[in-house]
């Protein structure tokens, strides 16, 4: 790291900066995707999973015979074939509590949750996998359904009998001393919110084909952390790891979801080993909606203390998790998050806030884009709005007040006790009260919040603004390998994982930059286990401050080992040869870069720093009383992302990450009745927002303070779109329906649901109007 000098790598920026448009789009506009239902191989068979079709129950029989007589069918596997059934290892955030969660990758004796894999067809074909699917006779005892986190709390039916208790664990975030604050404050107010359950929703399903040939394992369909994946399934299969490899094809997206170990990253290959050849299982959107990672489902209970003047003292309270049944890679992340991260970029002295962690017989839950930060940001967010009105304080200056200034940098945020990588962090630069002022000159605040509650051609008028920080560049390293090829070109191979976030893109403008080529001249390759030695992968808005670092240090070592190799050929000093656009040279000397075909190096990038990036939102809504309609007339986001490689993939980032939070206030809900059942499990029932929803998203990316934490100066930009939105537009719908007393406290906003709080608001206050009238 020593020899990378930032000063340096600015100055030769031709590349980085550049609105470069995406090198992905050709082949995908093509058609030249390579999906994994694309893949062929040899001997191809296909698979479909049995899934528990109750939520709670003990496994009576599962009897196969029917299913194996089946025409064309190969196998039909149990846990019986199994044997000893590995359980899903815990990625991130551990705690040892939750080593008795974790969830077996197929159900031998009980079920948790409807769509809990029990048995795995394999046939030639998917049709006739599918028949003898629904040929296994299934029998299961019910056992009565923990359906939420009340009933899991009650402890009266336990999803795990060893532990007895559903509550998997309490992780506890502290900073100062809160009640003492909240004894001495002169405003005090208490709230309770919730957060629906929804997930992730990738164009292209999830999908894998497993090939076992002469005892090596080759998967492909591999996203977001491949050798942590191939380090799990190696050990599960008891293979060597250097008999496993998993290959990055193109995904329709990943969102945080997709990508960790789930029980099909076992089963498929395990079907592949156990046929003696080749196995892919494409999911279906049922599939998808029942087995993949649900998210965000969290309830808070929160307080917070002021001084009259708005100055925020502490906030304390309790949010309560509904976590789905079982442990999975990231489970504990969005708790540890939404307590750590509550506060957001403001001044809070004393924080006392529990996330209780609840086991239910429901599908299981782990990061979707913004874990955490998202549900924090709503609690607080709507929580502040809250305090702002009743002190009688205009908004914008109720969070200027409070905002973190930049002299208070580096800014630690609170750890999370006894947790794995407990999240001892801080915010490394910033200008937040820069940023909010300038949300606040493009968006017009004075003008727009004018119209707050306003009734303009039968709707009524909101305007609201909120901040927030987002982290990213999750370490500990990443690799990068480069290599020079016949042609001159360079193939560069990182471990960072392509997921739809324009990583080739990325990734190539600044190798080209570190390297002085055209972009033209770098190949660049991601994610496969086969590329370099050790890989991380794509998650916590990492892959370009880490990924880009590591070929950073890459292409620092590549050109020394060039200048080294030719100084021997020129007779001079490594110093003295110039190696740019494609030439090596000394004086009047001169080589082609393709003269020294073969030399490679790899290297490793170490940082355990988080960035930090930050910005602020605002909404301008029109209400429809009538039908409780929203409209957003004007969406605003500005964010500082401390350098911008690409000003135009980032924007596609920054407007995709508002629809999706947009879609999570208005429409994504993942709804249960009491046996456990799915009601949403298909896109007739589970609402996602369209391109024509909601045209009017504007993003504005600064580079303002630019991260000491990596030699890019760079900071993660992938969810900051997103993690204020369900705040600010809920507390922008609260701003216009204040003349009618309406506080919205929970999501999903749908039109109906909000329609209904309107009218059942009119009916407390025109009993409570004739209370008084009899008085």
């Not at 874990?371 to 109720?398: C, K, Q, T």
């Amino acid at each position: 790291m020593a020899s990378i000098n930032r000063e340096k790598i600015a100055a030769a920026n031709v590349w980085i900066g550049s609105a470069v448009e995406r090198v992905e789009d050709e082949r995908f506009l093509r058609g030249n995707g390579c999906y994994v239902a694309d893949v062929q191989a040899d001997g191809l068979l296909h698979a479909c999973i049995l899934r528990s079709p109750i939520a709670h129950g003990l496994v009576v029989k599962i009897d196969t015979a029917a299913a194996k007589k089946l025409p064309a069918v190969v196998a039909v596997i149990t846990a019986a074939e199994i044997g000893a059934v590995p359980r899903i290892p815990i990625r991130q955030h551990g705690v040892p509590e939750a080593e008795l969660y974790r969830q077996p990758v197929i159900a031998a004796d009980k079920v948790r949750y409807v769509g809990e894999p029990v048995a795995i067809a394999v046939a030639e074909t998917a049709a006739a996998a599918e028949d003898a699917v629904a040929a296994i006779d299934l029998q299961i005892a019910g056992l009565p359904v923990v359906a939420d986190y009340h009933r899991a709390a009650a402890d009266d039916v336990l999803l795990f009998e060893e532990t007895r208790t559903n509550r998997v664990r309490v992780l506890c975030a502290r900073v100062g001393d809160a009640e003492k604050a909240f004894d001495d404050a002169a405003y005090r107010r208490r709230e309770r919110f919730s957060v629906q359950r929804h997930t992730a929703f990738p164009m292209e399903p999830r999908g894998l084909l497993a090939v076992w040939d002469a005892g090596r394992m080759v998967v492909h369909g591999a996203a977001k952390v491949a050798f942590f994946n191939r380090r799990t399934l190696a050990e599960m299969l008891a293979l060597p790891e250097s008999a496993v490899d998993l290959i990055e094809v193109d995904v329709g997206g990943g969102f945080g979801a997709r990508g960790e170990f789930y029980p099909e990253d076992f089963l498929i290959p395990f079907a592949a080993r156990h046929v003696g050849g080749s196995v892919r299982w494409v999911e279906g959107r049922r599939e998808h909606l029942m087995a993949m990672n649900h998210a965000r489902e969290m309830y808070a209970d929160i307080e917070i203390a002021c001084r009259r003047d708005g100055t925020v003292l502490a906030l304390r309270g309790t949010v309560d998790i509904d976590l789905g049944a079982y442990v999975r890679t990231n489970g504990i992340t969005p708790p540890r998050n939404v307590v750590q991260f509550m506060a957001g970029p403001y001044y809070v002295p004393n924080i006392a806030l529990d996330a209780v962690v609840y086991a239910t017989n429901k599908t299981p839950t782990g990061t979707y884009r913004g874990p955490g930060r998202f549900e924090g940001s709503f609690f607080g967010e709507r929580l502040f709005d809250m305090a702002a009105y009743d002190l009688g304080i205009d908004p914008a200056e109720f969070r200027r007040r409070n905002i973190l200034r930049e002299e208070q940098m580096p800014y630690p945020l609170p750890a999370i006790l006894d947790v794995e990588d407990g999240g001892k962090t801080e915010c490394d630069t910033g200008a937040y009260g820069v940023l909010l002022d300038r949300c606040l000159d493009e968006f017009g605040w004075p003008e727009k919040s004018a119209l707050n509650g306003k009734l303009i051609d039968g709707r009524y008028h909101g305007c609201a603004v909120g901040c927030f920080i987002e982290g990213g560049a999750g370490g500990p390293r990443e690799n990068a390998h480069m290599q020079i090829q016949s042609d001159g070109s360079i193939s560069v191979s990182v471990g960072s994982s392509a997921i739809g976030q324009a990583l080739e893109t990325v990734l190539s403008q600044i190798a080209a930059d570190a390297l002085a080529l055209p972009m033209r001249q770098i190949k660049l390759l991601h994610g496969s286990t086969t590329l370099v030695q050790e890989g991380f992968g794509s998650f916590h808005s990492r892959s370009t401050v880490m990924g880009g670092s590591a070929i950073l240090v890459a292409a620092e070592g590549l050109l020394n080992e060039i200048r080294r190799s030719a100084a021997g050929r020129f007779g001079c000093g490594p110093a003295d040869v110039r190696v740019a656009d494609g030439l090596v040279e000394h004086g009047a000397a001169r080589l082609l870069l393709a003269e020294f075909a073969g030399l490679s190096v790899e290297r490793t990038y170490h940082n355990k720093k988080h960035t930090y990036s930050y910005g602020s939102h605002a909404a301008h809504v029109a209400v429809d009383p009538e039908t409780g309609t929203v409209e957003i007339l004007d969406y605003l986001t500005v964010e500082d992302v401390g350098r911008i490689i690409n000003p135009d993939t980032l924007h596609g980032q920054v407007l995709g990450a508002v629809v999706q939070g947009l879609g999570s206030v208005f429409l994504e809900h993942l709804q249960y009745d009491e046996n456990g059942q799915l009601l949403t499990g298909s896109l007739m029932d589970y609402g996602l927002p369209r391109a024509a929803d909601f045209p009017r998203i504007r993003g504005f990316s600064l580079a303002l303070r630019p991260s000491p934490n990596n030699p890019l100066g760079a900071k993660g930009a992938g969810e900051g779109g997103l993690i204020a939105v369900g705040g600010v537009i809920v507390n922008a719908i609260a701003a216009a329906l204040r003349p009618l007393s309406v506080e919205p406290r929970d999501l999903p906003l749908s039109s109906p649901r909000l329609w209904e709080l309107i009218e059942n608001t009119k009916r407390v206050r025109t009993s409570a109007d004739a209370r008084g009238a009899t008085q």
